[in-house]
Nanobody
Framework: QVQLVESGGGLVQPGGSLRLSCAASGNIFRLNDMGWHRQAPGKQRELVATVTRDASTRYADSVKGRFTISRDNAKNTVYLQMNNLKPEDTAVYYC???????????????WGQGTQVTVSS
């Protein structure tokens, strides 16, 4: 079994910062792309940022210059540093990863349970 566990969400004032973490555990042979998505109330889930195994990154236009995604392959962990947060960043943030399990024929996607980020004064 593979699990993705997020942490680091919470309440922050506009202009503040938060750092999200997501640790993958279980029978993992290889972690490929990892990323963060978010879903605000009444809206569809949207991509925030992704990072490949060799650290190439991609960001949604709405977070470019404010958010930074990174990963630690030795710890099977992906991070999202969020600076200059805005009320419109309020959402549940979900970690996802393309995971190749031990003994399987190929990779498949996994999701974490989500962590709430609220930006409000």
């Amino acid at each position: 079994q593979v699990q993705l566990v997020e942490s680091g969400g919470g309440l922050v004032q506009p202009g503040g910062s938060l750092r999200l973490s997501c640790a993958a555990s279980g029978n993992i042979f290889r972690l490929n792309d990892m990323g963060w998505h978010r879903q605000a109330p009444g809206k569809q889930r949207e991509l925030v940022a992704t990072v490949t195994r060799d650290a190439s990154t991609r960001y949604a236009d709405s977070v470019k210059g404010r958010f930074t995604i990174s990963r630690d392959n030795a710890k099977n962990t992906v991070y999202l540093q969020m600076n200059n947060l805005k009320p419109e960043d309020t959402a549940v943030y979900y970690c996802n990863a393309d995971v190749w399990k031990l003994g399987s024929f190929g990779p498949r996607g996994y999701w974490g349970q989500g962590t709430q980020v609220t930006v409000s004064s």
